[in-house]
């Protein structure tokens, strides 16, 4: 998953959402960011990452996912 402030250009509708975030937790050097929206979401990035975004509860962020770096398990 990748995050980005504003909308990417070119990326395909089916694996972007328009979420906010939640909350932030630090697992590590990693932050895990807890995200609301249309699909609840959670995306781990490096501080450094993070810091460059300016992530915070409340910021409004772009997730998307391409669809080969996705997994189903059945049930």
């Given amino acids: 998953m990748t ?3 504003d909308r990417p250009s070119g990326a ?3 694996n ?3 979420c906010e975030v939640a909350g932030l937790e630090t ?3 990693q932050i895990r960011a ?3 929206g249309e699909l609840p979401l959670a995306a ?3 501080t450094v990452a993070a810091a460059e975004l300016d992530l915070h509860p409340g910021a409004p962020v772009w997730a998307t ?3 080969t770096q996705t997994h ?3 049930a």
């Fill in 44 to 46: 781990d990035l490096t």
């Fill in 72 to 74: 189903a398990y059945p």
């Fill in 34 to 36: 807890d995200l609301t």
């Fill in 12 to 14: 395909s509708a089916r």
């Fill in 27 to 29: 697992h590590g050097d």
């Fill in 65 to 67: 996912v391409k669809a």
């Fill in 16 to 18: 972007l959402w328009r």
């Fill in 3 to 5: 995050l980005f402030r």
